[in-house]
Nanobody
Framework: QVQVEESGGGLVQPGGSLRLSCVLF????????MGWSRQAPGNQREFVAA????????MYADFVKGRFTISRENAKNTVALQMNSLKPDDTAVYYC?????????????????WGRGTQVTVSS
């Protein structure tokens, strides 16, 4: 069984930065593609970023390109999302997810393993 756990959310002013972390527990290895998604109140969950199991490919939603960076440390089964130049529209619950696909996955429905989420609030 695979478990996913996020951390690092919080309150930040517009223009500020936050770093989210995600850890995989259980029957884990470096062969999982990992992704971040977010959901704001009243909105559907949307894809944010993903990184392939081999760490050779990444994908970002257009609205975070140039501001967010996804990275992973396979030895520690961790994935990070560095978020810079945050905007109030970035306010949401951020979820980490895992899939055994070897390719980068942008469809949130294709991730079978999810964390409980961490709240990110961007406000002055």
């Amino acid at each position: 069984q695979v478990q996913v756990e996020e951390s690092g959310g919080g309150l930040v002013q517009p223009g500020g930065s936050l770093r989210l972390s995600c850890v995989l527990f259980g029957r884990t290895s470096s062969s999982y593609t990992m992704g971040w998604s977010r959901q704001a109140p009243g909105n559907q969950r949307e894809f944010v970023a993903a990184i392939s199991w081999s760490d050779t490919a990444t994908m970002y939603a257009d609205f975070v390109k140039g501001r967010f960076t996804i990275s992973r440390e396979n030895a520690k089964n961790t994935v990070a999302l560095q978020m810079n130049s945050l905007k109030p529209d970035d306010t949401a619950v951020y979820y980490c997810a895992a899939t055994t696909s070897r390719l980068v996955v942008t469809n949130t429905g294709d991730y079978p393993y999810w964390g409980r989420g961490t709240q990110v609030t961007v406000s002055s």
